[in-house]
T-cell receptor
Framework: AQKITQTQPGMFVQEKEAVTLDCTYD???????LFWYKQPSSGEMIFLIY??????QNATEGRYSLNFQKARKSANLVISASQLGDSAMYFC???????????????FGKGTKLSVKP | DSGVTQTPKHLITATGQRVTLRCSPR?????VYWYQQSLDQGLQFLIQ???????AKGNILERFSAQQFPDLHSELNLSSLELGDSALYFC?????????????????FGPGTRLTVL
């Protein structure tokens, strides 16, 4: 069965520093997608970044980058130049297999609570 | 703003009652997903609909049901509510048009409905 593991329940980072949030995954599929979402205290789920299993380049979106190591089955999120507004829960997720043209659902890890210190 | 709308935002009800949560996907998105987020279970996939048809089922209780209407909005019905059903319920949508074109590598989440069962 597919599984996402986030081993860091909570992390602290100093403002303006970079931070890496860990994510490992388990799947027997060759084609899959990996996602990171941010959930601030207000509760909404904000999409950050996506990496496809066949993408050769690591995904980047502004200050977010995904360090994809396929052989290790890891998809760590790197946030550069942390800001106070980055304080939130961060969830790593994997998309399950597609069904006849539609995207599959997401399986989520338990999340990492990031706190940015001024 | 993700473009996915959910109503109501908050819902407080009593055990044994029945409630309906409503979701409108982003314009053009055919897939709708329902997720439940609770403290003990984390974020769990409940059910997916694609263009009006059920596509996949996750950890959805028999007391829960859902449907997607011709205008693509979806409703999640929760009945015989128990204290443990208190959670944040998210709807998400993703894009695949009726000709099977387009493959958005994102699932856009609505703001959620916070259900409290007393």
């Amino acid at each position: 069965a597919q599984k996402i593991t986030q081993t860091q329940p909570g992390m602290f980072v100093q403002e303006k520093e970079a931070v890496t949030l860990d994510c490992t995954y388990d799947t027997s599929d060759q084609s899959y997608g990996l996602f990171w979402y941010k959930q601030p205290s207000s509760g909404e789920m904000i999409f950050l970044i996506y990496q496809g299993s066949y993408d050769e380049q690591n995904a980047t979106e502004g200050r977010y980058s995904l360090n994809f190591q396929k052989a290790r089955k890891s998809a760590n999120l790197v946030i550069s130049a942390s800001q106070l507004g980055d304080s939130a829960m961060y969830f790593c997720a994997m998309r399950e297999a597609n069904y006849g043209g539609s995207q599959g659902n997401l399986i989520f890890g338990k999340g990492t609570k990031l706190s940015v210190k001024p | 703003d993700s473009g996915v709308t959910q109503t109501p935002k908050h819902l407080i009800t009593a055990t044994g009652q029945r409630v309906t949560l409503r979701c409108s996907p982003r314009s053009g998105d055919l897939s709708v997903y329902w997720y439940q987020q609770s403290l003990d279970q984390g974020l769990q996939f409940l059910i997916q609909y694609y263009n009006g048809e059920e596509r996949a089922k996750g950890n959805i209780l028999e007391r829960f049901s859902a449907q997607q209407f011709p205008d693509l909005h979806s409703e999640l019905n929760l009945s015989s509510l128990e204290l443990g059903d208190s959670a944040l319920y998210f709807c998400a949508s993703s894009g695949m048009d009726r000709r099977g074109r387009g493959s958005y590598n994102e699932q856009f989440f609505g703001p959620g409905t916070r259900l409290t069962v007393l």
